[in-house]
């Protein structure tokens, strides 16, 4: 999503002078729309839901306003410990702390506002001994986290609550979040500012905007994108739900040859930072077994992150793959969805998702803020109707070719993955005896 001529420093109403000056440091000057658009909306006190595509800027989007509110509100200059005035929420850790870590800077022009971040994977009585001691007035965490402190906690007051933010709105309703939800939402004010965000709008979403929010305002950006040739009105310019500098290809290949043309890829795109979508965990440790052996990929670096994995290791995981330049991430849908993640230039899809909104948000770690990307989709030949189900989606593919000849160091060693291959091509990795087999081969 490109930026527009618009500057922070020229909304309105204004954003106050510590505000810009953080924004300044951190080396924001020009809006992308979806910021340009939002953040007036808030500030002036309006509910929003914002349909945006990924990588738009969403984030600063609902930060900035919520910071500016607790600026304006006289609570917030010097809040009691357990005054708990803002809420920010989102579906999976990783979000959460991303947006925790996006926010800090801003929040720090609070001066006596406290933040928590709230998730799974720790303990929860340390978290709640930590509101206890130190207090918290701006809670920012995963729904299941969040009800569970709320359930146990009474010292928190929830009574001048200026806004609430529901980042991936659809998202936390498709994971079953609905109950806590309900609960959060029901212990909170009604007069106060709600926001919904999300990058693909669901009927669940809207039923939940008539329920939580005071006649919203609708914000919807999308990326303006050429139709391919082929298509129904070829050469048109059309609303498109990926990123405007995306160029995203499938290749249409046998079962038993997706593992070599994944070998060709990732060497092909060797400079390249690259993330490889699987649809099982079982799947990430398999390949993550698998591909280091490869004597062509030996050089590489290659990180493993699933949602099985403990809290500490996935946080590693990321961590370790933002900070380099060039590398690949194997992954499931846990680092599908809002993960700004510095420099990605490739995306490959190993297996299609089933849902179209669940590709969108794979292909949209790259191609961010205007910048220009890559993505490729394996499709099985009985699969190629997906990418007509795509294209009704607004989601438009190009037809790739697979390489006709890969590598003989590849088909020797395919040979061997074959060894462990069931019929349908799922890969023998359900137990760790299957990951000790693997690993007693000589690549």
């Known amino acids: 999503m490109a930026l527009t001529s618009s500057r922070f420093s020229d909304l309105e109403p204004p954003l106050s002078a510590p505000v810009l000056e953080a924004l300044t440091n951190s080396g924001f ?35 900035l306003p919520l910071v500016e509110i607790l600026h304006r509100s006289s609570s917030a200059s010097n809040p009691k410990p357990h005054k708990v005035m803002g809420i920010i ?11 925790f870590h996006v926010a800090q800077p801003f929040i ?37 986290r969040l009800y569970d402190i709320m359930e146990r906690m009474d010292i928190l007051d929830f009574r001048d609550l200026e ?13 079953g979040f609905e109950k806590q939800l309900n609960s959060i939402i029901t212990r909170l004010p009604k007069l106060r500012r709600t926001g919904l965000f999300s990058a693909t709008q669901t009927e669940a979403v809207e ?72 649809m099982t965990c079982a799947c990430v440790d398999y390949w993550g077994t698998v591909l280091p052996r490869f004597s062509c990929l030996k050089s590489f670096s290659l990180i493993s992150l699933h949602g099985k994995m403990k809290q500490s290791a996935r946080e590693k995981a990321l961590a370790s793959f933002t900070s380099l330049s060039s590398g ?24 299609p998702p089933q849902d179209d909104k669940m590709f969108i948000h794979r292909v949209g770690r790259t191609a961010r803020l205007g910048r220009q990307g890559s993505a490729v989709i394996f499709l099985l030949p009985k699969e190629e109707a997906y990418v ?15 390489a006709s000849e890969a590598p003989d160091v590849i088909d020797e060693q395919q040979r061997k993955i074959v060894m462990y291959w069931r019929k349908d091509s799922e890969p023998l990795c359900h137990t760790s005896v299957h990951i000790k087999s693997i690993t007693a081969l000589t690549f």
């Not at 020009?30 to 953040?39: D, G, K």
């Not at 929420?89 to 947006?99: A, N, V």
């Not at 303990?123 to 001994?129: F, T």
């Not at 806004?163 to 994971?175: N, S, T, V």
Request: net charge negative; proline share 3%.
């Open 207 to 278: 039923e939940l905007s008539k329920a939580g929010l005071r006649n919203p305002v609708r914000v919807e950006v999308r990326a303006e994108a050429k139709q391919l040739s082929g298509s129904a009105s070829s050469g048109n310019s059309t609303s498109s739900k990926t990123p405007s500098g995306l160029h995203i290809e499938y290749l249409v290949c046998e079962a038993d040859k997706k593992s070599s043309q994944l070998v060709h890829l990732l060497m092909k795109n060797k400079s390249k930072k690259t993330i490889v979508y699987f």
């Open 29 to 63: 000057e020009f809006c992308t729309p979806v910021q340009a658009a939002t953040i007036p909306l808030l500030c002036s006190y309006k509910d929003v839901t914002v349909d945006a595509a990924t990588g738009s800027g969403k984030t600063l989007a609902f930060v």
């Open 163 to 175: 806004i609430l933010i529901l980042d991936e709105a659809d998202r936390l309703l498709g994971m």
């Open 89 to 99: 929420i989102s579906p999976t850790r990783e979000l959460s702390s991303q947006i």
């Open 108 to 144: 720090s022009t609070l001066a006596n506002v406290r933040p928590m971040l709230l998730v799974g994977g720790l303990e929860v009585k340390a978290d709640i001994r930590m509101i206890e001691e130190e207090g918290a007035n701006l809670l920012i965490g995963t729904p299941g």
């Open 328 to 351: 690949i991430l194997l992954c499931t849908d846990v680092a599908a969805r809002g993960l700004d993640i510095a420099g990605v230039d490739y995306i490959i899809q190993y297996d």
């Open 388 to 402: 007509e189900f795509l294209r009704i989606k607004n989601v438009f593919l190009e037809e790739g070719e697979c």
